[in-house]
């Protein structure tokens, strides 16, 4: 049987990963972390209940080849990556309409990786540090909100095994 292609060069762990199909429109991995450390906001997938995809928007903050989220400490989305920790997230950039069309150009860049809970306290405090740098305004009270909601919060991690993105022009 014939291949198409070449999967080797996309071989992470035990994971193998599909090239890009439109490869002309791939972004190149520098743009692929511009973008993960200016989105504002992505789309976590996890295996939910029953086996069905389930994706919710989170606010998040990419550092060091790792994404970092804040939970609550049950539902939905901490059951399903207890029973599964293979995940995928996704961001877009905000986009630019093409000057006298419909048509927007984006980029979009897909993460895959395993996603666990933050056990180390100074870590998970670390981490919802840099995402309240990220999202609380200038001059907001980062200490007092640490010491009255970080109990409460369940720092999760996924670590990046491999990243793909695109260049759209919609059309």
Avoid at 1 to 27: A, V
Avoid at 84 to 94: E, G, H, I, L, R
Wanted: with cysteine; proline share 5%; aromatic share 12%.
């Amino acid at each position: 049987m014939e291949r198409y292609f070449d999967y080797s060069p996309y071989i992470m762990s035990d994971i193998t990963f599909r090239p890009m199909r439109r490869h002309k429109q791939q972004l190149e991995p520098e743009e692929c972390l511009e973008l993960l450390s200016t989105a504002p906001r992505g789309v976590l997938a996890v295996i939910g209940d029953g086996g069905y995809p389930y994706a919710i928007p989170l606010d998040f903050v990419y550092d060091e080849g790792t994404i970092y989220f804040h939970s609550a400490k049950e539902g939905h989305k901490i059951d399903a990556i207890r029973a599964c920790d293979k995940a995928t997230f996704c961001v877009m950039s905000q986009g630019e309409k093409e000057a006298g069309s419909w048509w927007y150009h984006f980029k979009s860049v897909v993460c895959f990786g395993r996603i666990h809970e933050v056990e180390d306290a100074a870590l998970a405090d670390a981490k919802l540090r840099l995402l309240g740098k990220k999202y609380f305004p200038e001059g907001y009270d980062l200490e007092g909100d640490m010491k009255s909601n970080a109990p409460n919060a369940l720092v999760l991690a996924m670590k990046i095994e491999h990243v793909s993105g695109k260049r759209v022009k919609e059309k």
